[in-house]
């Protein structure tokens, strides 16, 4: 099914950039057809300047109709438009596919003579995004770290089991540190239902490999926890190569990720980390950030 998604938030906080920036995205990376509904343009082609709730309700539902239109004809869909009703916005989630983004600024941009008190935040199954200090492509970035884009995987080893057992699916790596890349990879097997063993490979710290062997467990274990997802970490040996036998038991799955997660590495967050700027944090889940400038700060 074809998406619609859809940019809410007050004027000025950088629906219209981010909304054309996930357009250009989609139509370059994979050539999907998608159409562009602004709502200060809808008004000027409807004659629409009328900004009571009455003349605010008409112009979403003239939205809301025109996307989903749009998308039962093949097109996804990239909606920049205020709605601050969440009545509205929730009621249009309840019928069709659609990724709500939050877009937000404490930044002065000069159009807040424009804002409406009567705004309604969202509360669940959004993506939030602080523009706050942050380039257009920072945040389109972690527009694209939540959005669900499927991998390309192969498969060296055996048959897929049927995990009646609760077998675990196994990764292996360093982590250093752990971002939304390797969330993303483990939660290819989770979303079938497999639970996960996340072994981290015992090394001394160094340039590369800033964390401590604690450090990078405890953070991956707090982000599972507080998604209350079923795996497990452990510490092994550093390893010196991955090997396997013919006619093996299990799956050896080789995952291809997306452009929109293959951007993320570690060596780009410490980079990041090092220069002072805050592109790293579109990469890294909010619930481990400070636990990271901790770490490197103590």
């Keep these: 099914m074809n998406t619609i998604y859809w940019f809410t938030g007050q004027p000025g906080h950088g629906k219209t950039v981010l909304s054309k920036l996930l357009k250009d995205y989609l139509e370059k990376n994979y050539e999907r057809q998608v159409h562009h509904v602004d709502g ?52 249009l989630k309840s019928r069709t596919k659609v990724v709500e983004i939050y877009v937000h600024t404490s930044d002065i941009r000069g159009r807040e003579k424009f804002h409406t008190n009567e705004y309604e935040k969202p509360e669940e199954n959004f993506i939030d995004i602080d523009t706050t200090g942050v380039s257009p492509e920072e945040s389109l970035n972690k527009i694209l770290s939540h959005l669900d884009i499927p991998w390309s995987v192969k498969n060296h080893g055996g048959l897929p089991t049927d995990n009646k057992d609760k077998k675990r699916a196994i990764f292996i790596g360093r982590y250093q540190p752990y971002h939304y890349g390797h969330i993303k990879l483990i939660e290819q097997k989770l979303n079938q239902g497999i639970p996960a063993l996340v072994m981290v490979r015992d090394i001394e710290p160094d340039e590369k490999n800033p964390f401590t062997t604690e450090e990078t467990v405890d953070m991956i274990r707090k982000y599972h926890k507080s998604k209350n997802q079923d795996v497990e970490v452990i510490v092994i040996s550093d390893i010196e190569s991955v090997n396997y036998g013919r006619g093996v038991g299990y799956e050896i799955n080789e995952f291809t990720p997306p452009n929109n997660i293959g951007f993320i590495s570690a060596t780009k967050i410490r980079d990041s980390i090092k220069s002072g700027n805050e592109e790293w944090k579109s990469m890294v889940d909010e619930s481990i950030q400070d636990d990271i400038i901790n770490y490197l700060t103590k």
């Design 40 to 91: 200060d343009d809808l008004r000027l082609i409807t004659n629409n300047q009328n900004y009571t709730r009455e003349g605010r309700y008409e112009n979403i539902r003239k939205a809301q109709n025109i996307s989903h239109y749009l998308q039962n004809k093949g097109f996804d869909v990239v909606v920049s438009l205020v709605a601050p009703y969440k009545e509205l916005r929730e009621e």
